[in-house]
């Protein structure tokens, strides 16, 4: 593939190794920034030398690469807000044991609990200082909770408290979210005691908030259903925090999930509708220019209204490029102007490159440029509307193709049906898009009709009901597909020779694909082997317990949970899927249990310990009353474990006991769950 010889893909591969360098081994920021600069006088010494001998060595290219590594290192760290001298985290004497004042600017409406609205905020104050840095407010839902907009600016006191780790194995790091979003610590309060000091429009952002609060204020006066609204939101102005979670579930069953994220399907029929309606601007003098401005315009005015998330960050960069590409009668190489966007895209905001839609979102049009052609000369239909309809097939399918290994990662499973939901709706997207656009200006200028209000709602339960026909298939979504991190490389590796092949097939292109098939079985074997093994877990679960015994792929599981509560539980699956686990047995709780020829003794709330032996381990679960001292003279545990299913007090009882004995004591709730291998 010639076209992977250009010098910016290059640079950019070696901006995004700078950047995942830097994130997993964290580079101090005056180290890297000496480096940088270092060799970025090398790179123009060197370029200097090259000029007057009239040719570039290997060495202006290693270090011109290198020096790209850097700044994709000194990015990272330069956009870490810790590293800012007046971030909160920096001036620890500004927070005494307890609450604080905190003077705080709503960023970000983020996705609401069962019990709590959240906002990203900015900090402004801290008892009287001036501090920066973002951090995650979590306001008690109550009959009166009011919903806070973007630079709405908010006094609140409250204490700064960490954002917990996960307290059970393979569980969704919320942490490690948060902190790739610069929040470090979270705030809790009660809508009672935060006052509003302004809520004045003071950024772009703000007044994007305040565009789309009337977009959904005026659509409310018509007879929309809340799905309607729903999906309207998410598929024109790219927001999500009020769709309900069993139709997101929905259009994911349904590989339909792409439709909702504003990204470069939207954006480039946006293009397309664009530069069709402002064709007539061509006429007139400088019209060229004044159209592809105008474009411009209106495309980061579409991604600043829908958020400026990564999709549709990296879609409006890619159709600049090509907008301004168009005007200048041009032609474009994707990989290029794909490769600009990311580099753009990560100077701008590096932890973009840990973004799984921005992942995805790359990877499927990559899969797109390079598969879908290949799979379309497989067979070139005669007739218009058959041929209209096999190019998005095969655009689906190379799609899918490209973003299935990750998915799998990420979600552990593939909607069999995807194309049947992509075939049904994807061909009327341009006219959705266009409608709903046309609806919401209409909505603005107070101009709309009832009946194509009604006509577009028709049309969003058409296709709702499409996709909810299609996740209901059950039979066709496979689900629980174990895949590892080695797994994803090795798949794309394999996906990657076999693309070569289909492109141009001889000797060495040959060897490369039988190479990366025995790759893929080299991770195959070498997974089986590193999950053969057997580990005890007390797993971390609130006024239950639940405790676990891996045998290499059978895991047995001891709980007194009812069946209801055991089908909603995510823990269970959680650790079967992503530790290769085939069978899962259950059954009830024990008194007594081996663990690796050591005894572990549980005591329940009935008390009683009556035991001839000596227990290595002992657990309490909900809340025995019962004398810990005496019980650790009488026994003389190793470890003492208390599980999720006791009450609070009586744990920082048994505590405090521990602590005076001088015996290891492991909480769960503080700790998470208990592993032994």
């Known amino acids: 593939m010639k076209s992977l010889n250009f010098i910016i893909i290059k640079l950019t591969a070696c901006l995004t190794s700078g950047i995942s360098c830097t994130h997993f081994f964290k580079f101090s920021l005056y180290h890297v920034f000496y480096l940088c600069i270092g060799l970025l006088a090398i790179l123009f010494l060197a370029n200097h030398i090259a000029k007057r001998q009239l040719r570039k060595t290997i060495w202006f290219g290693l270090i011109a690469y290198a020096s790209m590594f850097a700044l994709g290192a000194l990015t990272y760290t330069t956009h870490n807000q810790k590293n800012a001298p007046q971030h909160y985290t920096n001036k620890e004497h500004l927070f005494p044991t307890g609450s604080n004042d905190i003077t705080c600017v709503i960023k970000e409406r983020m996705k609401p609990t069962k019990y709590y609205e959240k906002y990203s905020v900015q900090l402004r104050k801290v008892n009287e200082q001036i501090v920066q840095g973002r951090v995650l407010l979590n306001i008690k839902k109550t009959d009166s909770s009011k919903i806070y907009h973007v630079d709405d600016v908010l006094f609140i006191h409250s204490e700064f408290q960490d954002v917990r780790n996960p307290r059970n194995p393979n569980q969704f790091n919320y942490k490690d979210y948060l902190e790739k979003q610069y929040i470090y610590h979270q705030l809790f309060t009660d809508p009672d005691l935060i006052f509003e000091i302004s809520s004045k429009r003071s950024t772009v952002y703000g007044y994007a908030d305040a565009l789309r609060q009337q977009i959904n204020e005026k659509l409310n006066g018509f007879n929309f259903k809340s799905d309607e609204l729903a999906v309207i939101n998410a598929l024109i102005l790219g927001q999500r925090q009020d769709m309900d979670r069993n139709m997101y579930n929905d259009y994911a069953n349904a590989g339909a999930i792409h439709i909702l994220a504003v990204s470069g399907l939207h ?13 007539p601007l061509e006429h007139l003098k400088r019209g060229h220019v004044i159209k592809v401005i105008s474009i411009l315009f209106l495309l980061w005015s579409f991604a600043v209204i829908a958020g400026l998330s990564a999709s549709v960050t ?49 990877l499927a049009v990559f899969a797109i440029v390079s598969i879908q052609p290949l799979l379309y000369k497989l067979w070139p239909p005669k007739w218009k509307l058959v041929d209209y309809f096999w190019q998005i097939t095969t655009v689906t399918f190379a799609a899918q193709l490209g973003v299935a290994p990750i998915s799998l990662f990420y979600f552990h499973q593939f909607p069999g049906l995807f194309f049947v939901s992509n075939l049904a709706i994807i061909p009327f997207l341009g006219l959705i898009l266009g409608f709903g656009i046309l609806v919401i200006v209409l909505s603005l200028m107070n101009c709309l009709p009832e009946l194509l209000a009604t006509v577009f709602g028709s049309l969003i339960s058409a296709m709702n009901q499409v996709v909810f026909w299609v996740s209901k298939q059950e039979a066709f979504l496979i689900t629980d597909i174990s895949f590892g991190a080695f797994h994803v490389i090795a798949t794309y590796l394999v996906l990657l020779s076999l693309l070569f092949i289909f492109q141009k097939f001889n000797h060495r292109r040959t060897v490369y694909a039988l190479l990366s098939i025995v790759i893929f079985q080299s991770v195959l074997i070498y997974t089986k082997r590193i999950n053969n093994f057997e580990a005890f877990i007390i797993f971390h ?12 792929d059978k895991l047995t599981i001891w709980h007194d949970l009812d069946s209801n509560t055991l089908k909603k539980d995510k823990m269970i699956h959680n650790y079967k899927v992503e530790n290769f686990i085939k069978s899962v047995s259950y059954d009830s709780l024990s008194n007594i249990y081996k663990v690796h020829q050591k005894t572990l003794l549980v005591i329940d709330s009935i008390s009683v310990y009556n035991v001839s032996f000596r227990a290595d381990y002992i657990l309490l679960r909900h809340s025995p ?44 709730s503080e700790k998470g769950a208990f592993v032994l291998k």
């Open 541 to 552: 679960k609130s006024r239950h317990s639940i405790l676990g015994k891996k045998a290499n």
């Open 314 to 362: 990296r879609a409006v960069i890619m159709f600049s490029i090509i907008a301004i590409a168009m005007h200048l009668k041009r032609p474009t190489n994707i990989y290029n102007t794909l490769s600009i966007s990311i580099f753009i895209l990560l100077l701008i905001k590096p932890m973009f490159l840990f973004d799984i839609g921005f992942q995805m979102s790359y």
């Open 625 to 668: 009353r019962i004398n810990l001292k005496r019980l650790i003279d009488s026994l003389q545990p190793e470890l003492i474990i208390a599980d999720g299913s006791n009450y609070k007090s009586y744990v920082q009882r048994w505590k405090r006991t521990c602590l005076m004995e001088k015996l290891p004591f492991h909480q769960t």
């Open 267 to 279: 954006v480039g029929i946006i293009l397309m509708l664009l530069n069709f309606i402002l064709k």
